[in-house]
């Protein structure tokens, strides 16, 4: 049986992350519109109902 020492020294992996990109105006605009419709569906919607 291997032990886990000795397969963490014979594989040697390199962690990578992905590149990130820039955010167009476009993405910010939908993230905006998207971020306004939860809010509303949080927040609107109880208390338009408990009126």
Do not use: H
């Not at 990578?16 to 910010?28: F, G, I, K, L, S």
Request: charged fraction near 20%.
């Amino acid at each position: 049986m291997v032990k886990p020492e000795s397969v963490k020294e014979t594989i040697q992996i390199e962690r990578q992350t992905a590149p990130q990109e820039e955010y167009t105006m476009r993405d910010v605009g939908i993230g905006f519109v998207v971020a306004i419709i939860g809010m509303v569906i949080a927040f609107g919607i109880p208390i338009l109902t408990t009126v």
